[in-house]
């Protein structure tokens, strides 16, 4: 059974920085590529960022772009999104997500979430 | 950068009833195009893929439709469990999500 479970949200203030990890199970993890997708307070699906199953090419939109870097440990079954130079418009619940293939597709497996909130 | 926009942004239905939900894109994605389903306080949970491709486990009243920058997703009887709301989103260039139709009861 594919399992994806975030953690490392919290509180942060403006300016501030925070990791975001996810642990997988279930799969092959190092095949597939994994995605971040955040959904603020009422609001819809906004993808942040995504990268191949080997990590070698990585993808950023252009809200979070030069702020969050996304990595993967593959011998972990790990991914990660490191937020720096948070907002309060990065306020949202993150949830990784799993790829159909190793270069991308669609999201096939999704994690519970887990809540980042940016505020003094 | 690709948009999606979908149509309506709100859909009152009650059980039985036929929906239709449309996503157009801004430029042309072929069939690139998923749709999933959310539920208050859930992940989004695939639907559609490829545009008209049902997910393993979905039941077979969903479908989709469509190419390059039109797609429709169909509900034909719309059931209890239905009442969510429903993201279409392109992986033709990155991944874009449209902003969403929330099917509510009427």
């Known amino acids: 059974e594919v399992q994806l479970l975030e953690s490392g949200g919290g509180l942060v203030q403006p300016g501030g920085s925070l990791r975001l990890s996810c642990a997988a199970s279930g799969f092959t993890f190092s095949s597939y590529a994994m995605t971040w997708v955040r959904q603020a307070p009422g609001k819809g699906l906004e993808w942040v960022s995504a990268?191949?199953?080997?990590?070698?090419?990585?993808y950023y939109a252009d809200s979070v772009k030069g702020r969050f870097t996304i990595s993967r440990d593959n011998s972990q079954n790990t991914l990660y999104l490191q937020m720096n130079s948070l907002r309060a418009e990065d306020t949202a619940v993150y949830y990784c997500a799993k790829a159909v293939y190793s270069y991308g597709y669609q999201f096939d497996y999704w994690g519970q979430g887990t809540l980042v909130t940016v505020s003094s | 950068d690709i948009q999606m926009t979908q149509s309506p942004s709100t859909l009152s239905a009650s059980a039985g009833d036929r929906v239709t939900i449309t996503c157009r894109a801004s430029q042309s994605i072929s069939t690139w195009l998923a749709w999933y389903q959310q539920k208050p306080g859930k992940a989004p949970k695939l639907l559609i893929y490829k545009a008209s491709s049902l997910e393993s486990g979905v039941p077979s009243r969903f479908s989709g439709s469509g190419s390059g920058t039109e797609f429709t997703l169909t509900i034909s009887s719309l059931q209890p469990d239905d009442f969510a709301t429903y993201y279409c989103q392109q992986y033709s260039n990155y991944w874009t999500f449209g902003q969403g139709t929330k099917v509510e009861i009427k």
């Open positions: 990268l191949t199953g080997s990590g070698d090419i990585t």
